[in-house]
């Protein structure tokens, strides 16, 4: 009999899946709401602009794309003419004319990429959502990247695209994301003053909220039982001590899953998720290990030992000290004192170990 893997559905834990509901962002999808429906209520009537702050793995990213993909069912039942078109500044090396070469192609694919300026590409995309009646929610995702490169006059331009044509239906609104507030300081006041009135902040995931989001993913993209609760809360730790990085806490999770996989055990296992938080994000080095004391070495060989030894997920101080005692032993070296050895856990704690 072929031994069945724990995945049912690896895609549900690609960065690219937007799930049917974004946990613990309610307030801030009511926020977008608030700002944009009302291109489907009142369609043409205004154009809005929005700041979405918040840090690494916050779900600023996920939350701008449900809650494009929300708005088009909306659009759909009342027959609006809507797009939404997501555009990574980084991805386009903060050029404007980049940027604005993605929008136009999404709404013309044959649409040439070379041959044309930034501002003719603005009144090309003008001229486009005119001819398809369209409007267009358009996010700019790391926009600092597009700030840093070309300064106050991109986002001028975007946020007076309606400036020259004061009575025409207003069809361009627009999002940006970004994790860095500091950067918005390099614009001029008059581009600032027409940003700062809609900003949403992302608040840092608490641990236990962390664990919901991945509970969500493990029943959908997971067999029964291949991911115990102790493994969730683990996991939920680590990326709630990566400053509550939801996107880590995913990775790893994937990262657990196919290392289980290559070992063909049927369950994650603690394991298989310090192999994937490793490979994550690589905080051990030679160099490190080098520079710590012959008993600090000690005591990280230990911590290793008592979990090669041992499927669990946390071990007690009074364990570690133990197999401390042993690793010494091994080595002809007389242990120190309980307060010393305290001493080298807090240490090794205060340099990521």
Known sequence: MTQRGVFVDEAILDISYV?????????????????????????????????????????????????????RRKAERRRVTYEYIHVNCREQRGSLFMILSQ???????????????????????????????????????????????????????LTRFHETEPDMPRRLNIIFISKDQE???????????????????????????????????????????????EIVDFISELAFKEKSDARYAIDVLHGAGKAAERSAAMHIQPEHVRAAAMGVFQT???????????????VLLAVARFFKANDVTHGTTGEIEEAYHLVCEEHMEEPRG????????????????
């Open 284 to 298: 051990l080095n030679k160099e490190a290990v080098r520079q710590l004391s012959p008993h600090e070495k000690l």
């Open 103 to 157: 929008v136009v192609k999404r709404l013309r694919p044959q649409f040439p990429e070379r041959g044309y300026a930034a501002n003719e590409l603005m009144d090309i995309l003008r001229k486009i959502m005119d001819e398809d009646n369209a409007q267009i929610l358009l996010t700019l995702d790391e926009v600092d990247v597009l700030i840093e490169k070309e300064g106050s006059d991109a986002l001028y331009y």
């Open 338 to 353: 309980h307060t010393q050895y305290w001493k080298y856990l807090k240490n090794l704690k205060s340099l990521d170990f």
């Open 19 to 71: 799930p049917d509901v974004v946990l613990h962002r309610e307030a801030e999808f009511r926020a977008l709401e608030g700002l944009f429906d009302h291109m489907v209520a009142a369609p043409y009537e205004m154009s809005q602009k929005a700041v979405i702050l918040g840090g690494v793995g916050s779900g600023k990213t996920l939350l701008a794309h449900y809650y494009g993909r929300s708005l």
């Open 183 to 229: 950067v918005f300081r390099k614009l001029d006041q008059s581009t600032l003053s027409s940003l700062q009135r809609n900003v949403i902040r992302m608040r840092d995931y608490d641990q236990a909220q962390l664990a919901d989001i991945l509970l969500y993913r493990v029943e959908k993209a997971f067999r029964r039982d291949a991911v115990p609760p």
